[in-house]
């Protein structure tokens, strides 16, 4: 994570085009052959730090108490895990939304936070398998298209929002933070048929 955090910081700082793989590992403290045992590219760098948020949140939907129906569970998960204090400070916001904007303007880094995403939706079926089913039998398989698409869903309406809010000047918490504007996308899904829900 120490590189992941050096990656972050020289990309804010200098700009992703300035900063080289080799800087990075200086500022991490190792060689670069260290940094290229775990990273191909720079750009790859920071994938752990945008996994890490992906990874609360989807572990926020499995501890959410086993009484929420599927939508309480993912709102539970985006208040805990999207309002400024409880996972992550007002500050490191900020390298969120910073983060998030290099994102979308370098195609490198865009495909790092594509795969991110990817990957935490594969790990958010699987936990709603298992909401769905009670944590009884395995009634609903977590790669059925049903799953795959329910957390395609609930990933997109997170995602969104917060590119969203990256994009724009508002603070972290608020009206048009990255949690009001989630559970705002959650909202608009009312109709959605969630699995489990009843």
């Not at 050096?6 to 060689?31: H, M, N, P």
């Not at 939304?97 to 936070?113: E, F, I, Q």
């Amino acid at each position: 994570m120490e590189i992941a955090r050096a990656a972050a910081g020289l990309f804010v700082s200098r700009g992703l085009k300035a900063t080289r793989a080799e800087d990075i590992a200086q500022a991490a403290g190792c060689a670069p052959r260290t940094f290229y045992r775990y990273f191909a590219t720079k750009e790859e760098a920071v994938a752990p730090l945008y996994a890490a948020g992906a990874q609360r949140w989807a572990e926020a939907v499995r501890e959410a108490p086993a009484a929420l129906s599927v939508p309480e569970a993912l709102e539970h998960a985006v208040r805990h895990t999207l309002t400024p204090g409880k996972a992550v400070s007002a500050a490191s916001w900020e390298w969120v939304r910073a983060l998030v904007r290099l994102a979308g303007t370098s195609p490198a880094l865009g495909k790092v936070w594509a795969e991110v995403c990817h990957e935490s939706e594969r790990a958010l079926a699987e936990i709603l398998a298992g909401r769905a089913t009670g944590g009884g039998p395995d009634n609903v398989a977590a790669d059925s298209p049903e799953l795959r698409f329910t957390a395609a869903v609930a990933g997109a309406a997170v995602r969104v929002a917060v590119e969203s809010w990256a994009a724009g000047s508002a603070p972290p918490s608020g009206p048009e933070g990255p949690a009001a504007l989630a559970l705002r996308n959650l909202e608009a899904l009312r109709g959605f048929s969630w699995p489990g829900a009843s």
